[in-house]
C-alpha cells in the first residue's frame, strides 16, 4: 500500500512508518528491511503518527476513531493503557499533537 507517514525517532537512529495496508513498519537507518513489522487483523490504517516531545512514545491517529500509542525504547509495544477514543475522525485531516 501507499506510505501515508514516515516519522523518524531515537535521536534518528530508527524510522516508523505507516501505510495504506494497514501495517507499521520500524526501520533502522542505513538498513534496507524493517527490523520490525506490526499488523494485527483488529488494526485500521494510521494515517498520521506524532512524536512525544520526550521522544518515548509514537501517538497514531487511528481510521477506527482511536488513537493508539506505540513505545519507542520497549522495542515498539502497542501500550493498551494509553489508548484514546472518543473523537469521531472524518478522514485523513485529524493529526496527533501533545505537549
Known amino acids: 500500500g501507499a506510505v ?5 525517532c531515537d535521536e534518528g537512529r ?3 512508518t505507516t501505510a495504506d495496508d494497514k501495517k507499521v ?5 542505513g538498513i534496507p ?11 485500521h490504517s494510521i494515517p498520521y503518527v ?3 516531545p520526550n521522544e518515548k512514545w509514537l501517538l497514531g491517529q487511528s481510521l477506527d476513531n ?5 513505545g519507542v525504547h520497549n522495542k515498539f509495544r ?10 469521531m475522525n472524518a478522514g ?7 505537549t
Open 25 to 29: 513498519l520500524v526501520w533502522e537507518y
Open 92 to 98: 485523513y485531516a485529524c493529526q496527533v499533537d501533545m
Open 78 to 87: 502497542q501500550h493498551n493503557k494509553k489508548l484514546f477514543r472518543g473523537h
Open 14 to 16: 530508527r524510522f516508523v
Open 50 to 52: 506524532g512524536m512525544h
Open 4 to 8: 501515508n507517514t514516515v516519522t523518524f
Open 33 to 43: 528491511v524493517p527490523i520490525k513489522h506490526i499488523s494485527e487483523p483488529h488494526m
Open 66 to 70: 482511536q488513537i493508539v500509542v506505540y
